[in-house]
C-alpha cells in the first residue's frame, strides 16, 4: 500500500531494461540481485515476484535466486532480533518465500539438489495437536537453508527415532503449547536414548509453557521462546555459526 | 454454615482492588480451566460431559482452597453440544486425546480472503450460510435442534456452577464472557462466532487487504458489544471476561497493533465502561509494547490479567491507572515446587503490590497437571504476605 510508487517505478524500470535489448544484457542482473533482497525484507510481495519471474525469465541460475532469499531471511531473523519485525513479518516472509519456491523449484535441473545445512526433524509431540508455532519454525528453517522433515501433530516417540534413523537427522525439534505436552517430550527423549541416538542429535524444543526450567526436566539441550531462537540453535549446532 | 459475610469480605477484596485501593490484603483468584477436574478427582471428558460432577468438583474447589474469587471462561460443559454439531473445531480429551489433557484446539482457514465482503454487507446472513462449514455431517432439523438444546444444557449447567459456588461464599466474579473480536477473525470457537480466516491467513490479509481487515473487525466489534450486553443483561453480573489471545506483542507489531487492533479494542472497551461493565481482559502471552494503549481507557475500570508480559514492566506501564491480575507462570506450577512458587509470588507481590490493584492468580488457565501443592503454596503466600506495605 505504501510502497506502491516504488512498485510503479521499479515496473518501469524492468520493461525498459526488457524492451532494450543490450541494457537487458548488461544491467538485469545488478539490479535484480540487490532489489529481491530488499523486497522480501520490505515485505513487498508483488514486487519480490515479479523480479523474480523476471529473473527466471532471463534463464538465471536458480540456485542464485534462493541465495538471494536466504540472505532476506537472514536479515529479517536480524531484524526481528531488534524487535524491529514481529510475528506477522516473519509469517509474511515465509509466506512469500513459499510463493518463490513454487515459481523457482520447477526450474532446478534433475539431480541438481539444493546445498542443505543439515537435516532436522520436526514435530508436535504425542497428546498435543498445535501446529501454529511448529509451521513458523519449519518455514523460517526452511528459508534459511536446512533440510526439515516435518511429522506433523501428535508425533509418538517411536516416529521420531525412524524418522532420524532414515534421514540421519542432525537435530530433533519438538513442539508443544501445553504443559501436559511435557510428558510427550520427555518420553520422546527418551526412545532417542534407548535407541542410542541421544547422542547423535541434537534435541531442542519450544512452546508457549516451555522455558529453561522445563527444558532441564525435560532433557532436551535447548529449547527457544521464538522461530528466530530455533534458528539460531541450528546454526550454532550445524549451521558452522 | 452461613457464608455471606465471608463472601462479602471476599468481594469487598477485589471491588477494591478495582478501585486502585488498598484492601487488607492482596486477594488471590484462580481460573480453575481443567485443574477443576484432576483436583475433584474426574476426568477432564467428565467436565465436558456430566454436569452433575462438574458442579461438585467446583464445589469441591470452592470449600477446599478458599479463593478469594473465580473468573473461570465458561468453556467446560460443552460437550453434548458440541457432538450434536459434529464440530471439527476442538480435539476432546477422553476421545481425540488422553483423558486428563484438556481440549485443544484445530486451526484451520474456514473463510476465503473473497468472502470478507459478504461478511461485511451482512455478518448474521455469512454465519447462517457458512456456519456448517464446522462441522463434519451437513445440518439437519435434528442435528440443529440438538444443538440448541445442548446450548441450552451448557448455560444453565454453568448458571448452576455459578449459583452453587457463590453460595459457598467464593464470588464469582466474571459470569459474562466474550472473545476479543480480533481473534474472531482468525479462529471460531464453539459458542462463540468467528470467521476462522486462521492466523496465517488473517496475517497475509494484514498486508494484503489490511482495509478489509479492518472492516471485518469493527462489525465484529459491534457484534461482540452487542453480545456482552445481552449477557449482562440476562446473568445481572456486570463483570465481563474478554479472552484476548491474538493482540499482544507476541502476535502484532506496535505499529500494526495502533492501526489494525485498537481502534476495535477501544471502541468496545469504552463502550463496555459507558454501560458500568467493568471488563475483564485476560491478554494471553507477552503483551509489553502494546500496554500504553491501554493509558487512554479511564482510570480504575478494568482489570488486566496478564500471562507472559514482564509484570515489572506492566506496573510501570499500567499499573497506576487500572487494576493488574497475574501472572505465575503455568510452567512453574506443573513442574516447579511450592517452594518456587512460594518466592515466585512474594516476588510479585513486592512488585505489584504496593498502593493496592492487585489481584495474585495463575497466568493463562490453570493447566490440569498443576500440583496441588504449588496452588495451596500461592494461596497460603495471598494470606500469609500479601500485605500491603
Known sequence: MFNDWRKIGQSKILNIINTTPILDKFVIQGVNMTSLTDAIVEMREDDALEIVNERVKAAEDPLKIIEDCRGAMVTIGEKFEKQEYFLPDLIMSGEILREIMEIVEPKLSKGEDLKTRGKIVVGTVQGDVHDIGKNIVISLLKGNGFDVYDLGVDVPPQKFVEKVKEIKAEIVGLSGLLTTSYSGMRD???ELKKNGLKNKVKVMIGGGGIDRSVTTY?????????????????????GGE | MDYTNIYNERLARIRDCINLKEPDRVPVVAKTDFFTASYAGISSYDLLYDKKKMIAAYEKIAKDLNFDGLAQPPFLHMGPMMDAMDQTLLKIPGRDLPPDFTYQFVERELMKPEEYDTFIRNPIGYWIDTLPRISQTPLSLLSGTKTLIGMMGWYIGWMQTVKRVEALGVPYITQNTIFDPWDMLSLTWPGMLGLSRSLTGLTTDMYRRPEKVIAAHDVLTDFYLALAKIEVALTGNKALYIICLRGGTTFLSPKQFERLYWPGMKKLLMGLIKEDITPLLLLEADWGLNLPFFRELPKA????????????????????????????????LSVGTPKQVEEYCKNIIDICGEGGGYILAPGCLTPPDAKVENIRAMINVAKTYGRYR
Open chain 1, 188 to 190: 520422546t527423549i527418551h
Open chain 1, 218 to 238: 525435560i532433557g532436551a539441550d535447548d529449547f527457544g521462546k521464538t522461530a528466530i531462537d530455533a534458528v539460531k540453535l541450528c546454526n550454532k549446532w550445524i
Open chain 2, 301 to 332: 475500570k478494568c482489570i488486566i490479567d496478564l500471562d507472559m508480559t514482564d509484570m515489572a514492566k506492566a506496573e510501570e506501564i499500567i499499573g497506576d491507572r487500572q487494576c493488574l491480575m497475574d501472572g505465575i507462570p503455568v510452567s512453574l
